[in-house]
């Protein structure tokens, strides 16, 4: 028998890779990879974060992948290739 709370928790993820997580809200999805892609580069702004994040999602291997993971990958490419 389903309870309102069960309708509500999280979906376990589909996929058995690592960094892999099922975000059911495509806004969440972005407004927690924005947020952290800030939070690694202050110089970054919250709309141009928002953009590029709205951009990752529609890669189908980034958007399954937890969004906070897919900033931070992204943050070390980046400073792989600042050098």
Do not use: I
């Not at 928002?50 to 999602?57: F, I, N, R």
């Amino acid at each position: 028998m389903n309870t309102s709370f069960d309708q509500t928790s999280p979906h376990p993820s589909r996929w058995d890779q690592e960094g892999v997580e099922y975000v059911r809200s495509n806004m969440d999805w972005c407004a927690r990879c924005s947020r952290r892609m800030v939070g690694l580069n202050p110089g970054l702004t919250a709309e141009q974060a928002l953009d590029l994040a709205l951009e990752l999602s529609q890669d189908d291997t980034l958007r399954c992948k937890t969004p906070e993971l897919v900033a931070e990958d992204l943050h070390r490419v980046a400073l792989r290739t600042d050098d």
